[in-house]
């Protein structure tokens, strides 16, 4: 197959290029492009798949608010061509028999590709370094504090076993789990949701960011500091780019508070809180325009509508945002607020880079040819009512956007066109390789 009149954004810029597409592979580019079936996408823009690095889709355990199956479908629909999956499940994911769990689920279900998180716990620091290594595993998940699950590795002590258990780099969740607790009294005789930024403040990402770089450097071992939402660590994370890459997700760079508890109540709630405008300021001057952070992660984690009803700090934290990411981001870039390139670096080249994602996040040939179709001046209005988790709901609902996925492309098939989901689940497991940018 070749795709023909479209834009392409590589590398080396966006430029006007045809694609050649063999056996689930790019095999030509501009002049090269040579085939028989051919595609016109004339007036649309071609991505590297992006990579959704950061999804949580609660099975097994919680199938009730997200599963494999829909979640990799909420993927697809948003132009995500392949996710990382968190294992704060139930049970979580810390063994050898978790993970193939995982696996055996995915087959015949899974609409993209797919890798899943060890988690690190106490009981499992000493198996870290074979578990990260095993086919399909994207790398170890730390949790600093306590979130949801209960997955947690709280003290500087085993954190440095953890860090000296593998190689490969490490997913953080950097917030204190000692600070987290004293902060629990502003909330003990119960609160609005609109206390849940001062109830997990900046200080507490703070203690925890800087600690983990500290140990990180320490044990020579390579550290992805998840959802960023302060000012306050960008600073940090730009003096550790030796030892840290950093991630952030569209929810802080798009929601603010205290308006978004004000209109969404806890459906805006989430850990790391989504905070005020100056961090969110903070975030697109220095994180995303300045470089400090590395990778944009939707940090999908579906409750249902009854769970977020409840009186805070029941209401648990966590919203959809694998379906959203591209279109929300897509709206950034059409405000100017981000380049095409920068987002596909963001969205694509990085994550498979920073991870050792195998043939993914970019165009060229060799890579696999996982497409994420866009059109630039296509205007749509996210609806609760297109979202495909069973938890049915968007912190964006009624946003209208500029810019919007109309084709996604898994290793040369088209299974995605104009909000269809064509033919049958043909998600893969990803594969790694063990020396990270190759």
């Not at 984690?301 to 209401?315: F, N, R, V």
């Not at 297109?386 to 009624?398: E, K, L, Q, R, V």
């Not at 946003?399 to 909000?419: H, L, Q």
Request: charged fraction near 25%; hydrophobic fraction near 40%.
């Amino acid at each position: 197959m070749v795709l023909t009149g479209g834009t392409i954004v590589t590398r080396d810029g966006i430029h006007r290029a045809d694609i050649a597409i063999r056996d689930g592979t790019i095999a030509g580019i501009g002049q090269e492009a040579r085939g028989g079936q051919t595609l016109d996408i004339t007036g649309l823009t071609v991505l590297p798949g992006v990579i959704d690095s950061q999804v949580h889709f609660r099975e097994p355990g919680h199938e009730q608010k997200e599963n494999l199956e829909a979640g990799t479908r909420a993927a697809l629909l948003g132009g995500v061509c392949s996710v990382f999956e968190m294992p704060n499940t139930s049970p979580p994911t810390t063994t050898a028999e978790a993970l193939d769990d995982k696996f055996r689920r995915a087959r015949g279900r899974a609409w993209v590709d797919h890798a899943f998180f060890i988690g690190a716990s106490p009981d499992n620091i000493e198996d870290l370094a074979e578990l990260e290594r095993l086919p399909g595993c994207t790398g170890v998940k730390i949790f600093m504090g306590s979130s949801t699950g209960t997955l947690l590795v709280p003290d500087d002590k085993s954190l440095a076993r953890v860090l000296a258990s593998g190689t490969r780099r490490c997913a953080i969740h950097a917030e204190d789990e000692d600070r987290l607790n004293e902060r629990k009294a502003l909330i003990k005789d119960g609160a609005s949701v609109e206390i849940h930024p001062e109830v997990r403040d900046p200080l507490s990402a703070l203690i925890a960011t800087r600690r983990i770089l500290e140990l990180a450097r320490a044990a020579g071992r390579p550290v992805h500091v998840l959802h960023i939402s302060t000012a306050d660590e960008l600073p940090l994370l730009a003096a550790a780019k030796d030892i840290a890459t950093a991630e952030t997700t569209p929810n802080h760079l798009t929601l603010t508070a205290p308006q978004c508890y004000r209109e969404l109540g806890a459906r805006a709630q989430m850990n790391p809180p989504v905070r005020d405008q100056a961090h969110q300021d903070a975030l697109w001057e220095q994180g995303i325009r300045g470089g400090v952070i590395d990778v944009l992660g939707s940090d999908h984690a579906p409750h249902t509508l009854e769970e977020k009803a409840l009186p805070y700090p029941q209401s648990p934290s966590g919203m959809p945002g694998t379906q959203t990411l591209l279109p929300v981001m897509l709206d950034h870039v059409h405000r100017g607020r981000l380049t095409l390139e920068r987002l596909a670096e963001l969205a694509s080249w990085m994550p498979a880079r920073i991870y050792g994602a195998s043939r993914k996040g970019a165009l060229a040939v060799g890579y696999d040819a996982d497409l994420t179709i866009v059109d630039l001046n296509a205007t749509r209005t996210i609806r609760n009512d297109w979202i495909a988790s069973p938890a049915g709901w968007t912190p964006f609902d009624g946003k209208t956007v500029r810019g919007w996925p109309i084709m996604t492309m898994i290793r040369g098939r088209v299974a995605m066109r104009e909000d269809e989901v064509l033919g049958s689940p043909m998600g893969q497991p990803v594969t790694f390789e063990t020396d990270e940018g190759d």
